[in-house]
């Protein structure tokens, strides 16, 4: 009886190896038929200008609408398409597509259109040799301003290899894009790769925002992050803003870009679209 036990617990095991293989290869056949056919959306967050509150630029964020389950957020999907190199095609999507909206919003009313348009690019993209031939052809079919573009890399993906990505993102700024490190301070980054790496926009982590009201030591370091980023020259953007009193220490720092839900949260272009009127109304500062 023991020896069954254990053959079925093995055959059980394998039953399951068997069916986690199968999930995977059904959710990878997913996302590839999402992709061609045409499920998933552009969103889009404001970046607003501290102290106004009015939407600066936006940033363009992935959703997949699966038929079957609904609105899926990148969480759920981006790791496997990272895994299995979709990335490449969502992001070009998602690079096309936000290009083209906002360039079609900018001509059809210029005063509420977003002035810039940031999009994510994955590791695997920054790592294709034909990246900006693939980003000027975005901009030369959109007809988009290069000035009014900005992409997003992590200082994780940026500091893999730094010789190599300076003089990728080079030719990047050459064309007259513009470049953010995305989710700052949460790498392993060493501050050297500033130096090193040509950089235009520092994004500084939500986790730093969370928390802010109330300590102390935590106001220094982001108002030492907001500083180093100014003396630099760069442009600095708090991420994950949710109330008024983070905004208003923001505010105190001299940080002047905010983002988060506080004053937007991403959105369906056509319905962002549809709300700037509102967005465009000053953003209470209470300190
Ligand atoms: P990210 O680039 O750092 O984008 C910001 C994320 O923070 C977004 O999550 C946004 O919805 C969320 N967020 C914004 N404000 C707040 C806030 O006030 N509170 C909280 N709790 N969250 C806030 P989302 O849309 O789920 O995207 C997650 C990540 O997925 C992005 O982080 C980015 O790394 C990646 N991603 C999204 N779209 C793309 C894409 O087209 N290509 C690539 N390669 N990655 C993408
Ligand atoms: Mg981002
Ligand atoms: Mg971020
Ligand atoms: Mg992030």
């Not at 069916?19 to 990878?28: A, P, W, Y």
């Not at 079919?141 to 000035?147: C, F």
Request: aromatic letters at 6%.
């Amino acid at each position: 009886a023991a020896k069954d036990q254990g053959k079925n617990r093995f055959m059980t095991f394998e039953n399951r190896m068997h069916e986690q293989l199968l999930n995977r290869l059904d959710q990878e056949s997913r996302l590839r038929e999402a992709v061609q056919r045409g499920e998933l959306r552009l969103h889009l967050q404001p970046v607003a200008a501290i102290p106004d509150g009015r939407m600066s630029g936006a940033e363009a964020l992935v959703r997949w609408q699966d038929p079957e389950r609904g609105l899926q957020m990148p969480g759920s999907f981006i790791p496997l398409a990272e895994e299995t190199g979709m990335i490449i095609d969502i992001d070009r999507w998602i690079l096309m597509e936000a290009c083209r909206t906002v360039r079609k919003w900018q001509g059809e009313n210029p005063e509420t259109a977003p002035a810039w348009v940031s999009v994510n690019l994955s590791a695997a993209h920054l790592d294709l040799p034909d990246l900006t031939d693939h980003v000027a052809y975005a901009l030369a079919t959109t007809g988009l301003s290069p000035h009014c573009l900005v992409l997003e890399l992590t200082e994780t993906v940026m500091m893999r290899d730094v010789a190599v990505t300076s003089a990728r993102l080079q030719e990047l700024r050459e064309l007259g894009v513009k470049i953010a490190i995305d989710d700052f301070g949460t790498g392993y980054s060493s501050l050297g790769y500033l130096r090193d790496i040509p950089v235009d926009v520092l994004k500084i982590d939500r986790s730093f925002i969370t928390g802010l009201v109330g300590n102390g030591r935590q106001q220094e370091l982001v108002s030492a992050i907001v500083q180093l980023g100014h003396t630099l020259g760069l442009r600095v953007v708090a991420e994950g803003v949710e109330d008024a009193d983070q905004l208003a220490l923001l505010s105190v720092m001299g940080c002047k870009f905010a983002q988060g839900y506080y004053l937007g949260r991403p959105e369906a272009a056509d319905q962002l679209y549809a709300r700037t009127a509102l967005l465009a109304a000053p953003v209470e500062i209470t300190q």
